[in-house]
């Protein structure tokens, strides 16, 4: 089945098999298994005798991803596991299923087409909706607890850090506004709250006025440059010497780190990089799904 048809279609594939090399036999770990798209392409490389665990913090799309590698897996030469939580846990998923070191381990910082598509995740304002937000629907704290209950300080700062917002005091100062009024609980409400901020600028600008705005609540809300530290800490005792690592970013705010990171450990000798610039789409897949566009591979080989 082509990957449109799963609900997204997965950015780099082909640069992510050639940079990671999985090999017939090795133990991979897809820790953002989304709706499969990767994993399925290095479970056909590790067979015969591979094992493959699935990592998400979304249930529905872990459970569509295995149940889609299951088929392929059952001819019983290769070994399908899942785990549900967010890669920040990444020593309690292999400890759960007794797994010492991964030889190849990635980690596609994106999200999955699905989650953007579904209105009731609040992931976008093309189609109103709750201002939820959570990768993880099944608990934690919704965007829309988060503006309703965070300081105009706090609100100005989150937006700043973590979406670049130049008008981010003006936006924070807006929300608490508003929000005397009635909560703020739906995505459209928001996103016509920072247009109206913007005021004649928003139609002189090439992206909606509340991408940012949006881009750093969905961060805060999921916590996801923690959960991107946390993993990069795992690392060094979670991957074979040999082993392979990848890591793709959508933004500067996820490639940072993993630049910083990958560059020290090439730095003290404990890894080599697979490329020296981070990997990204060719003309046609970029001109094919333009989500790859701002897509960044980075990857290494441990050495232990």
Known sequence: ???????HVPVLLR????????????????????RGGHAEA???RIRPGGRLLLIDRDPGNLAYSRERLAAAARSGDVA?????????RLGDAMAEHGLDRADVLLADLGFASNQ??????????SEDGPLDMRLDPTGGTTAADLVAEASERELADLIYRFGEERLSRRIARKIVEARREQPIIVTKALAELVRDVYGPAAHRSRMHPATR?????????????TALESLLEQIPGSVAAGGRVGIISFHSLEDRPVKRAFAGWKR????????RKPIEADLAEATANPRSRSAKLRALIWHG
């Open 268 to 275: 003290e000798n404990r890894a080599a990089l697979i490329s």
């Open 42 to 44: 290095i479970l056909e």
């Open 80 to 88: 399908l596991e899942a785990y549900h939580g967010s890669f920040a």
């Open 1 to 7: 089945m082509p990957d449109s048809l799963h609900g």
């Open 15 to 34: 640069q992510t098999v050639e940079a990671l090399d999985p090999q017939p036999g090795e133990t991979a770990i897809d820790a953002t298994a989304g």
């Open 213 to 225: 705005t949006f881009m750093a609540l969905r961060i805060a809300v999921n916590q996801e440059l």
């Open 116 to 125: 953007v598509d579904q209105a009731e995740r609040g992931l976008a304002f």
